[in-house]
């Protein structure tokens, strides 16, 4: 075996064969996630992907919040995907659990492991963040985001993203409790756009709205005229997502 070393290849650290086996393996464990994921999500349509802290106990407003826009959206026949663990994740799956459609949950392992809500008709779980985050993106037919931190931040910029780059579908993007969102909004306006980094109409990429029937009037219209499948552009789309 060809080993590189600082010797013979000046600029480059030696590399530990064990490790870098152990990282070539794990590409099969990725795949894993991705057929799992695929194969068992696919048939869930049409899909609602919702986000918010999962620091947020029961008695809080917002946890209501996300229960009812939950509730609403399983009785209006979508699927209700959330990240399985507690605060607006639960609150998400409360909702749908009670509600006529499929509750998701897509599961992460942590270091301090997440409890996993028992509100779940079909639970996956994953130890890969970038997996499951394509999870939420590829079969979700609108997103929900209520108040959360950076990981609901880091959900919310990668759907933006990809809508904003023409890597998915146009979907309903919306953010929920505007008076949370209105600093990042404000931020958006002044420095993004004032600095020229984004376009004034990215701001079309997203709702802000406060209540649970405005979300489902929202997502519906939408699709109205087109209806809930994939055109065969946007499939091609979502094969390269």
Known sequence: MDHYTRASHPGLAPIDDTLLTRE???????????????ERLARIKPSVSIFG????????PYYKLAEDIARALSDAGFAVVSGGGPGIMEAANKGAFA?????????IQLPHE????????????????FTR??????YASAYVVLPGGFGTLDELAEILTLVQTG?????????????????????????LIGEGVIDPQDLGLFKLLDKPEEVVETIFEHYEHR??????EERERLLEL
Do not use: C
Not at 24 to 38: T, Y
Not at 99 to 107: A, D, Q, R, T, Y
């Open 227 to 232: 209806g809930f499948e994939p055109s065969a």
């Open 53 to 60: 802290s999962a620091r947020v106990l029961p008695d809080h």
């Open 99 to 107: 509600g006529k459609s499929p509750s998701v949950g897509l599961n």
């Open 167 to 191: 890597k998915t579908a146009r979907i309903p993007i919306i953010l929920v409790h505007a008076t949370f969102w209105t600093g990042l909004i404000d931020w958006f306006k002044q420095t």
């Open 133 to 138: 985050k394509v999870m939420f993106v590829k």
């Open 24 to 38: 070539s393996w794990k590409v099969f464990q990725i795949m894993a996630e991705f057929v799992e994921g695929f």
């Open 114 to 129: 997440q409890g996993i809500n028992d509100y779940q008709d079909i639970s996956l779980r994953f130890r890969h963040f």
